[in-house]
């Protein structure tokens, strides 16, 4: 007979394919139609995900920002689920590209330098998201959350002690499901990175 280890699992759903549409940016843009058909499959494996889950069911959290939202709702349909806990530290982060680091991480193209008050405030806003959701659980439990592709990447970064300029190194598809787990002890682990097992290759993008 085994013997139940409490943790939370931390799922992290990031947001389907959108438009962006000129410059009315990202409180403005939101999904595709092809965004649209991602996020359907997603919660149907979402579904399946969370009939097996044991523990407690913390509920689905969501980005502000309209292309998460919308994905959210998309999959709530699919959970049969009506509440969509929205909280606005959810939404996207700046890329950080450390100009002193550049020798040890490369700059990813295209992007400009970060300066240390941004990297600063983006640094804030991963461990409020930490705060939250990692913190030492009593009980098993598990949440959704439905956000962005850097946020995604810095808290993977950090749960595997890397430094958040490593997120550069990780690729991440629209819809693509991540889960991470926290234990007692403070002990934390990648379970599943990115994975789109649930879309066909005709419906994996990325960027």
């Not at 920002?65 to 709702?73: D, I, K, N, S, V």
């Not at 959350?145 to 300029?165: D, M, Q, S, W």
């Amino acid at each position: 007979m085994s013997l139940e280890v409490v943790h939370s699992r931390v799922i992290l759903v990031r947001h389907g394919h959108y438009e962006r549409i000129g410059d009315e940016g990202d409180t403005v843009w939101g999904l595709t139609p092809l965004g649209r058909r991602q996020a359907v499959r997603t919660g149907r494996r979402l579904a399946q995900i969370l009939d097996a889950a044991q523990g407690r069911f913390e509920g689905l959290f969501s980005s502000p920002w309209p292309r998460a939202l919308q994905t959210a709702e998309i999959a709530a349909h699919e959970l049969h689920i009506d509440r969509i806990k929205v909280k606005p530290y959810l939404h996207e982060v700046l890329p950080i590209v450390d100009a002193n680091r550049v020798a040890e991480f490369g700059v990813h193209p295209g992007l400009p330098f970060t300066s240390p008050e941004d990297r600063a405030l983006t640094v804030k806003q991963v461990e409020k998201v930490r705060d939250r959701f990692f913190r030492t659980p009593k009980q098993t439990n598990f949440a959704v959350i439905f956000t962005h592709g850097n946020l995604i990447r810095y808290l993977v970064a950090h749960t595997l002690r890397l430094p958040y300029e490593a997120w550069s190194r990780f690729d991440c598809s629209h819809c693509g499901i991540t889960e991470l787990r926290i234990y007692q002890e403070d002990f934390e682990a990648l379970i599943n990175y990115n994975d789109t097992g649930h879309l066909p290759p005709s419906l994996i993008t990325t960027a």
